[in-house]
């Protein structure tokens, strides 16, 4: 007649329950230490930022000679800087100036 052994099924459970118990803190540890290293995350950089853009004044090469009120600020820049022959045009930085059919603001000069 076999002989019912407690004592060896107690300590066998006993066993698996802590292989199981080191089991899971392994894993929790694991799991922890993994996302520690991931480090602070950046927050997102915005793709484009609009801001709105202010209209350059634009002088006018084709309407010196037709426009007076161009014509007479031309004559008082020039005042200005003692020059009366030889410049046209004297232009802010914050200004355009058109010949032709193309314009060129001051700021790429």
Do not use: F, H
């Amino acid at each position: 007649m076999p002989e019912n052994n407690s004592t060896g099924n107690t300590s066998k459970l006993w066993i698996i329950a802590i292989i199981i118990a080191v089991i899971i803190a392994a894993l929790i540890g694991y799991m922890l230490w993994s996302q520690k290293d991931a480090g602070p995350v950046a927050p997102p950089i915005p793709k484009k930022i609009l801001a709105p853009i202010k209209p350059q004044p634009v002088i006018d090469y084709n309407k010196l000679n037709k426009d007076q009120k161009l014509k007479d600020l031309m004559q008082e820049r020039k005042a200005k800087y003692g020059l009366k022959k030889g410049i046209d045009i004297i232009a802010k930085s914050d200004e355009s100036v058109k010949v032709g059919e193309s314009t060129v603001p001051m700021q790429v000069i």
